[in-house]
């Protein structure tokens, strides 16, 4: 299995970072190794002092596809869970600095936080989904897909021109503003709605 994740999905996030708005969706990988699954601590890395929490929405492929029609996209997933995308964020000012590929600062180990799904027919609507992130009790993020600059259907539809996607890949659809530091001891907790999604401490 592959993780996908699109960056620069969310307008508010993209003003806090100063960025460009895409014209279509960005995306990167993320190996299987990134995975921290079922509340499993994440263990802050040495080689980095500034690992930022971005949470994400994430769709579970549940069929193969290639060159899929964003009409048809919608029968690709059934579930809906929610993630972390770790980020090196001091790693990668230096990639971005120097014009480098950016996976160092976001494909490491233990960077992609998932934990469990919710069936799909769970929402009346796709398009006006709530999610957050409460860090140590705090909220610190919050989302709705109706932000999306693109929607999870156009994700798939995009991504599939160029990637086989298989059954059991992961596609985080981006983050809202809010992102931060994490320090040790830090315990993030994810929501969909009122349904607590993961819990993380970070050690």
Not at 139 to 147: C, K, R
Not at 177 to 189: M, Q, R, W
Request: aromatic content about 12%; overall charge neutral; proline content about 4%.
């Amino acid at each position: 299995m592959k993780i996908i994740c699109i960056g620069l999905n969310y307008k508010s996030h993209i003003e806090e970072l100063n960025k460009t708005v895409p014209t279509k969706p960005v995306f990167f990988l993320k190996p299987e190794t990134a995975l921290t699954l079922r509340n499993r601590p994440f263990f802050h890395p040495d080689f980095s002092n500034n690992i930022h929490y971005e949470v994400e929405l994430v769709v579970r492929i549940n069929k193969l596809g290639k060159h899929i029609q964003k009409k048809f996209a919608h029968t690709y997933y059934d579930e809906i869970g929610l993630g972390i995308d770790f980020t090196a964020r001091d790693i990668q000012a230096d990639v971005f600095k120097n014009a480098l590929p950016w996976e160092i600062s976001k494909a490491f180990d233990g960077s992609a936080v998932v934990n469990r799904f919710l069936p799909k027919t769970d929402f009346a609507n796709l398009q006006n989904i709530n999610f957050s992130l409460l860090k140590n009790k705090q909220l610190v993020q919050q989302g709705n897909t109706a932000d999306m600059l693109f929607s999870i259907d156009e994700v798939i539809e995009y991504v599939s021109q160029f990637i086989t996607l298989k059954i059991g890949d992961l596609i985080f659809t981006g983050t809202p503003c809010g992102i931060g530091k994490v320090e040790i001891n830090d315990e993030l907790e994810g929501y969909i709605e009122e349904e607590l999604m993961f819990k993380c401490r970070i050690k």
